[in-house]
C-alpha cells in the first residue's frame, strides 16, 4: 500500500508535465503553421492537392504523367509561390494511400462549409493534433518500458515537441503525421504485452491498426517488422517458460495479424491494379514513371563520386533532421549545427555507455525494459534501414523521413543526456578533452585553427559540469532547462530564419 501512495504524486506530476510539454508543442507548432508561408513545407502542394480532389470528387486521384512538372516547380520555389502562379499542377503525391486524405477531406470539407476558414491552416492545425496524439502515445510507450522512471518518458516527448524540425513538419499538410501516430500507436502496444498476451482478439486488433497504418504511409512497413519480430521473441522466451505461445501458436497469430492486416489495405491495392496494372499495387512503377526526370543516386555518383554522395548523405541528413527549412533551402547558421553535432555526441556516449552498463550487468533493468528496448531498436533500424534504400534509388537526403521512429531517437537522446548526469565525470570530460585537442592538432596541421570549435567543446565542458551539479540538487532540472532551450531553439529558426527567407 505504501508503494502505491509513493507512485501516486510522481504519476500526478508526470501527467501534469505531459500536458505542459503538449501545450508548449501546440503553441511552437501553431506558430510555425501561421508564420511559415503556404506551401513553404517539403510536398504541400501535392498532398493539399490530393485532399482537394478527394473533397471534391469523392474518389482517389490517378498519378499521371504530367503530374510532377518539374520546371514549373522549380519556378514556383524560386519564386517563393506567388498568388499568381497556381499550385493545381503539383499532383505527384497522388498514388499514396488513402487514409491520412479521406480523414483532412473531412476536415477540409466541414470546415468549408460551416465556418469557411482558410486553407491551408486548417489542415495544418489538423495535423498538429495528430501530433499531439504521437506525444501523448508516445508518452505511454517509454513509461511501459520505464514505469518507475517518468523522466525518461517525458525527456521522450519532449524531444519529439521541440525538435524544430520536427514541429515544421507536423505544422504542415503530410500524411507522415498520421503514420507517425499509428505507428507509435501499434509499437506501444505491443511493447505493453508479453507472451501471455497473444490472444486471438488481441491479434486482430493488431492486424487492423496494421492495415490502417498501411492505408495511411507504405513506410508502416516498419511496424509490422516490429510485430513479428515481438511476437517471436515471446515465443522464444516462452519455451520453457510453460507459457501458452508456442512457434506453432506463434506462426498462426502472425498469418492472423498479417491476413487482417492485408484484408483491410485490400480495397486500395486493388484500386491500384485496376488503375496502374496488376504488377503495381503499391504504384511506385508510376510513380518512377511520373517523376522521371527527378535526380538519381546513380545520376549524383556519376557526376560527383560516391565519396561526395557519402558526405552530402551525412551532412544533409543531420542537419535536415534538426533544421532545414522550406524545400530544404532554408539552412541555418553552421554554429549551430556544430553545437547541435556536440550535444548529438555527448547524447550517443551516454547511450553508448548505458548500453555498456546493462550489457555487463552493472545496470540491471526488468525482462520487459530488455524486451522494450528490444523493440525499440528494431524500430530505429528498420527506419534507418528504409532511408538508406530510399536513399540508393533517388538522392532524398532529408532527415525528417527519420521521424518515423522518433520515439526511439527522443529515448536515446534523453537516455544518453541522463547517463552522463549520472556517471563520473572522468570519462565524459576526458572526451571533450580529446576532442579540443585533435582539433587544436588538425588546425595547426592545416594551418587553420577553428577556435569557435574549440570554445565550444570548453564551453561544452563548463555546461556539462554545471548540469551534473544541478541534476544531484535537483533531479530532472538539467533536462527541463535542455528542452526549454530546444523550445527557445525553435522560434529562433522560425523568426530569424524560416520567416525572413520564404516571405515572398
Request: charged letters at 15%.
Amino acid at each position: 500500500m505504501g508503494n502505491t501512495s509513493r507512485a501516486k504524486p510522481s504519476d500526478q506530476t508526470g501527467e501534469l508535465v505531459l500536458r505542459l510539454i503538449v501545450i508548449i508543442y501546440l503553441v511552437l507548432g501553431a506558430l510555425y503553421a501561421t508564420l511559415t508561408p503556404a506551401w513553404q513545407v517539403p510536398d504541400e502542394p501535392a498532398h493539399f492537392n490530393y485532399v482537394t480532389y478527394v473533397a471534391e470528387n469523392r474518389r482517389m486521384p490517378e498519378l499521371r504523367l504530367g503530374d510532377y512538372p518539374q520546371a514549373y516547380l522549380e519556378e514556383l520555389k524560386a519564386r517563393r509561390f506567388p498568388p499568381t502562379m497556381s499550385i493545381e499542377p503539383i499532383r505527384y503525391e497522388s498514388y499514396q494511400p488513402p487514409l491520412y486524405y479521406m480523414l483532412a477531406a473531412l476536415v477540409y470539407s466541414v470546415t468549408r462549409a460551416l465556418f469557411a476558414w482558410p486553407m491551408p491552416l486548417t489542415l495544418r492545425a489538423f495535423s498538429l493534433l495528430l501530433g499531439a496524439a504521437t506525444l501523448m502515445v508516445s508518452y505511454r510507450l517509454v513509461r511501459a518500458i520505464y514505469p518507475e522512471e517518468p523522466i525518461l518518458a517525458l525527456g521522450t516527448v519532449a524531444f519529439a515537441a521541440t525538435l524544430p524540425m520536427h514541429v515544421a513538419i507536423t505544422a504542415g499538410v503530410n500524411n507522415d503525421v498520421l503514420v507517425e501516430l499509428l505507428v507509435t500507436l501499434i509499437i506501444g502496444r505491443l511493447v505493453a504485452m508479453g507472451p501471455n498476451d497473444w490472444t486471438t482478439r488481441r491479434t486482430f486488433g493488431l492486424g487492423a491498426l496494421l492495415g490502417l497504418a498501411f492505408l495511411a504511409k507504405i513506410w508502416a512497413y516498419i511496424a509490422g517488422g516490429v510485430a513479428i519480430f515481438a511476437l517471436f521473441w515471446d515465443a522464444w522466451q516462452s519455451r520453457h517458460s510453460g507459457a501458452p505461445l508456442t512457434w506453432r501458436r506463434a506462426l498462426q497469430c502472425a498469418g492472423l495479424m498479417l491476413g487482417v492486416a492485408a484484408l483491410i489495405a485490400s480495397p486500395w491495392l486493388a484500386h491500384n491494379a485496376m488503375v496502374y496494372g496488376p504488377r503495381d499495387p503499391l504504384g511506385l512503377a508510376r510513380h518512377d514513371q511520373v517523376v522521371a526526370g527527378q535526380l538519381t543516386t546513380r545520376q549524383y555518383i556519376a557526376q560527383h563520386g560516391l565519396q561526395a554522395l557519402l558526405r552530402d548523405f551525412l551532412l544533409t541528413s543531420f542537419r535536415s533532421f534538426w533544421g532545414q527549412f522550406g524545400w530544404m533551402g532554408v539552412l541555418l547558421d553552421e554554429r549551430i549545427y556544430l553545437a547541435l553535432a556536440l550535444l548529438s555526441l555527448l547524447a550517443f556516449s551516454g547511450l553508448a555507455l548505458y548500453g555498456i552498463r546493462v550489457i555487463r550487468g552493472t545496470k540491471r533493468i526488468s525482462p520487459q525494459a530488455k524486451r522494450g528496448l528490444a523493440l525499440l531498436a528494431v524500430w530505429a533500424l528498420l527506419t534507418v534501414a528504409g532511408y538508406i534504400g530510399y536513399n540508393t534509388k533517388y538522392v532524398q537526403h532529408q532527415g525528417r523521413y527519420l521521424f518515423f521512429a522518433i520515439v526511439p531517437w527522443g529515448l536515446g537522446f534523453t537516455l544518453g543526456l541522463r547517463e552522463l548526469f549520472h556517471s563520473r565525470p572522468a570519462l565524459p570530460l576526458a572526451l571533450l578533452g580529446l576532442l579540443a585537442g585533435a582539433l587544436l592538432i588538425w588546425g595547426l596541421v592545416a594551418r587553420d585553427i577553428k577556435w569557435y570549435s574549440i570554445a565550444l567543446v570548453g564551453l561544452a565542458a563548463i555546461g556539462y559540469t554545471a548540469c551534473r551539479w544541478l541534476e544531484r540538487l535537483r533531479s530532472g532540472v538539467p533536462m527541463a532547462l535542455l528542452y526549454s532551450g530546444m523550445a527557445i531553439l525553435s522560434i529562433i529558426c522560425l523568426q530569424i530564419y524560416i520567416v525572413p527567407a520564404l516571405r515572398s
